[in-house]
């Protein structure tokens, strides 16, 4: 009989939202009638950008047409898409980063697990604790952690707490590590880092030859100017910093799927042997050989972001969304509860009334308001106390389901 990856079994009960989306399905058989409003998973709910629409449009005429048919395509994406993001989101903002080092991907989150294949097994690994599941557990299974203990923590792993005693700042680890996730602005606790927390974390990866994985798959959502948006604005970053980003939240591309991991020529990682090995040239391989690039017309529809009316629709999005997280964090503020985050992200992270833990004030808000939300300790053990509300739905949406956690509280 075949094996199968033992690893697996490893992991607690089920992903995040799988297990959400269980529960909310069970209610929903329950109380049929129940008009429910998902505040949970960050998905996108607007359509997207007219210019990407119009750009994509354009590109399927093409592919029906003898003269502009693609097959496939370069696996590190389309040099025009690659260029325009290396101008507008790296260079712009002073970041030395060029086209060729942009590798235009399906989605952030395959790439923040596919990433361990060009990795070594016995990398010592940081995560924060709440974290994005996906670091997690792709970690697991690969087989990068012992077991779980009761608390949900996996040995091997070293859990950095974001709490609101250190305002969500991430610590530095307490004994060295050689791999680093950080996500900011973070999922979930809708926190953003300043220049000098990045800083830090540059001169730590640099001092122990440790490696950052920066996920901004949330950078658009920054609106203070001053703060930076990739690890790259940060001096001595292109020596130890892998970067994700998306267009999935930036541009409503969840359904779309595009985005891409930037790897600096000059990053090295070591063999076992100990001689220094670029990345890029692994990733690379790892690319050509495993992903067949993503689509040409979504590509085309990734490149209209960057045209004029593209940013100016993205900036609305945008501002749609930071407005809906202004509206959830003055509501629930208003209504007693602890808010943080959802200032430069589209995730408030939000304390749960006194006696209620996180997945308690999950099915309250869900059998009472029917509105859905994420239960903080399904992003690790220092979540639990917290629910995540996301920002990313229509206004009436929003407003319809702070109107019914107002009632809620009075109730
Ligand atoms: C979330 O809700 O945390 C995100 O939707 C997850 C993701 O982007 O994969």
């Not at 290396?86 to 989150?109: L, M, N, P, T």
Request: overall charge negative.
């Amino acid at each position: 009989m075949v094996q199968v990856n033992d690893h697996y079994l490893k992991l607690k009960a089920g992903y995040l939202f799988p297990e959400i989306a269980r529960r909310v399905k069970a209610f929903s058989a329950a109380e049929p009638e129940a008009a429910l409003i998902r505040l949970g998973i960050g998905d996108v709910t607007e359509p997207l950008p007219a210019a990407c629409v119009a750009a994509m449009t354009d590109a399927v005429a093409a592919m029906g047409r003898q003269d502009g048919f693609h097959g496939y395509g370069p696996e590190q994406g389309y040099g025009w898409l690659r260029e325009a993001i290396a101008r507008h989101d790296f260079q712009a903002r002073g970041c030395d980063i060029s086209a060729d080092e942009i590798f235009v991907s399906d989605g952030s989150k395959c790439d923040s697990s596919n990433i361990l294949d060009i990795l070594g097994p016995d990398n010592r690994i940081a995560v924060t604790d709440p974290v994005y599941p996906v670091y997690v557990d792709s970690n697991v299974m690969a087989g990068r952690t012992g077991e779980a203990d009761d608390g949900g923590r996996y040995g091997g792993l070293t859990y950095l707490p974001l709490t609101a005693a250190n305002g969500f700042e991430a610590p530095l680890p307490p004994s060295p590590v050689d791999l680093i996730y950080l996500c900011f602005p973070n999922n979930p606790t809708g926190a953003v880092a300043s220049r000098q927390q990045l800083q830090q974390w540059v001169d730590y990866a640099r001092a122990h030859g440790a490696l950052i994985l920066f996920d901004a798959a949330y950078e658009a959502f920054i609106q203070d100017p001053e703060l930076p948006r990739s690890i790259y604005e940060i001096e001595g970053a292109r020596s130890c910093a892998i970067e994700l980003r998306s267009f999935s939240k930036t541009a409503g591309f969840t359904g779309t799927r595009c985005a891409f991991t930037v790897v600096p020529r000059g990053l090295c990682g070591r063999t076992a042997a100990g001689e220094e090995v670029e990345l890029w040239g692994l990733w690379n391989r790892r690319q050509s050989t495993k992903f067949n690039g993503v689509s040409y017309i979504v590509q085309r529809g990734a490149e209209a972001v960057y045209s004029e009316d593209g940013q100016r629709q993205v900036r609305q999005l945008v501002a749609h969304y930071m407005e809906n997280a202004a509206i959830i964090r003055r509501e629930l503020a208003g209504a007693g509860l602890e808010v943080h985050g959802g200032e430069h992200a589209p995730y408030v992270w939000v304390k749960t009334p006194e006696g209620l833990d996180s997945w308690g004030f999950f099915d309250r808000l869900l059998q009472q308001a029917h509105v859905v939300c994420t239960p903080g300790s399904g992003f690790g053990a220092a979540g639990e106390g917290y629910v995540r509300l996301s920002a990313f739905n229509s206004r009436a949406n929003v407003d319809e389901a702070m109107a019914r956690v107002r009632a809620l509280a009075k109730a």
